[in-house]
């Protein structure tokens, strides 16, 4: 069966520090890859998404970026936190043929940027 | 563009029934999604509808009507433990889920 890991759980930063978030998909090949954003009672923000290896399409121009260097590995990165960037991030899988895509969620890390 | 449409949040009785509604807009159609998601946790499954009409799973049962780019779910039963908000998401012509907002279901005794 499929799993899929996120860590750290949580996460307290300072301003203008750096993060790094990962995320790791076991029992499964080739999956799309995806890291969504969600504020304190609202809906999911998609940040990015990966088809393969080293292929990330972004869909917010931040100060993030995300990093695929194995199939199975994405990563969430910035160089420097600003406040905005708390929240609630989430890791997805999906299987990559074009057709049902369920999306399958990581149990998420909680950023706090002080 | 693309836009789905749910209640931000609804009220609901202890074993009740509740209708949860989403419409949507969006380029092209492969599917629609409803997820739960409790407070502080991840999203789960909880159906998917491509062909219009009804799905039944126990409790929860969803609807699709694709002439009407409208959805809902249908909780029969209502126990506390269904508080949790609900999240429509539709597959576009891309294999990319758009996902609503959510709507927050709150269950008082």
């Known amino acids: 069966s499929q799993t899929i890991h996120q860590w750290p759980a949580t996460l307290v930063q300072p301003v203008g520090s750096p993060l790094s978030l990962e995320c790791t998909v076991e029992?499964?090949?080739?999956?799309?890859l995806y890291w969504y954003r969600q504020a304190a009672g609202r809906g999911l923000q998609l940040l990015f998404y990966?088809?393969?290896?080293?292929?990330i399409s972004s869909e917010v121009p931040q100060n993030l970026s995300a990093s695929r260097p194995q199939d199975r590995q994405f990563i969430l990165s910035s160089k420097k936190l600003l406040l905005s960037d708390s929240g609630f991030y989430l890791c997805?899988?999906?299987?990559?043929?074009?057709?049902?895509?369920?999306?399958?969620f990581g149990p998420g890390t909680r950023l706090t940027v002080l | 563009g693309q836009n789905i449409d749910q209640p931000t949040e609804m009220t609901a009785t202890e074993g009740a029934i509740v209708q949860i509604n989403c419409t949507y807009q969006?380029?092209?159609?492969?599917?629609l999604f409803w997820y739960q998601q409790h407070a502080g946790e991840a999203p789960t499954f909880l159906s998917y509808?491509?062909l219009d009409g009804l799905e039944e799973k126990g409790r929860f049962s969803s609807f699709l009507s694709r002439s009407k780019g409208y959805s809902y779910l249908l909780l029969k039963e209502l126990q506390m433990k269904d508080s949790a908000s609900y999240l429509c998401?539709?597959?576009?012509?891309?294999?990319?889920?758009?996902w609503g907002a959510g709507t927050k279901l709150i269950i008082k005794p």
């Open positions: 997805a899988w999906s299987e990559a043929a074009f057709s049902y895509n369920e999306q399958f």
């Open positions: 029992g499964t090949s080739n999956p799309n």
């Open positions: 990966s088809v393969g290896i080293g292929q």
């Open positions: 969006t380029s092209g159609f492969n599917g």
């Open positions: 509808n491509v």
């Open positions: 998401a539709v597959s576009d012509s891309n294999y990319q889920l758009i």
